[in-house]
């Protein structure tokens, strides 16, 4: 099988999931598609045990200063495409994540499920240098964000559509278990209005949201609040399946612009 037919096989997975397929596929010679942005699921799945009204998912704020590891979550990179710089840094005497992308893309995974019936909502702080000024939530041309945050989900094969479970099955034989179903990308957007709410560019099994944009405190802290559970179901009509992962990332390398963004603490609560 040629790359060209690789990518029109699973370019419908989307930017979401390209950087767990490219570390199934490094070395075959699939490269093609690997112009799909980064991310996603690979490894073992912590679970998350329920016992408080909030569970830690990226506890940043207790970081030292310098590196570029993080205890729990792991980098994804892309082939052939420019790798954003990591790094834990301190503001205020807290510890953040800052993801500085120049024409460039990476991710921070963490590999994650949790109950979303007992924690339906996720919390977190996030803060940009600038918005991309080509960015179009709308094309694959314009598919750069300062910031995103997706949380992934484990559905269930007899909930996917006939079409949807070819796809993912052939994803699944090429490149294993570990390619994510589905997912909601909650962005730092451009132009786009506050609340817009549409498919990813790439595939109908990301969900992406805009919670910012550039009249947005660009270059100030902002925390967030969003609903995961009811979000999951305006986007795919159904009850939520469960969470496998959260992913952070900035990414510039379709616009070829510059950005960074920080993370504060992430957490799920009721």
Known sequence: ??????????????????????????G??????FVVVAILLGLAVTPVIAGSDRLP??????????GETVDG???????SVESARIERVRENGAGVVAIAA??????????ITWDLSAYPNLL??????RVISAGDVTVKSGDDFAARLY?????????????????????RWIYGDDVPAAAICYVWGNREPVGTNVWSAYTDRVRVIVLRNADDDVGNWVDERRNVAEDYRQAFGEQPARPNGVVIAADTDQTGESVTAWFGDISAAF
Not at 1 to 26: D, Y
Not at 28 to 33: L, M, P
Not at 57 to 66: D, P
Not at 73 to 79: I, K, S
């Open 28 to 33: 075959r010679g699939d490269q093609a598609w």
């Open 73 to 79: 979550w792991r980098v994804t990179e892309l082939p």
């Open 124 to 129: 977190w702080r996030w803060r940009v240098s």
């Open 102 to 111: 120049n024409n460039a893309a990476s991710s921070l995974v963490r590999d």
């Open 57 to 66: 998912i990226g506890a940043f704020s207790t970081l030292g200063k310098g």
């Open 1 to 26: 099988m040629t790359s060209r037919h690789v990518f029109s096989l699973i370019a419908s997975c989307g930017k979401a999931f390209a950087c767990v397929m490219a570390r199934r596929c490094r």
């Open 151 to 171: 949380v992934t989900f484990d559905v269930p094969a007899e909930r996917l559509s006939l079409f949807d479970r070819t796809k993912l099955k052939i994803a």
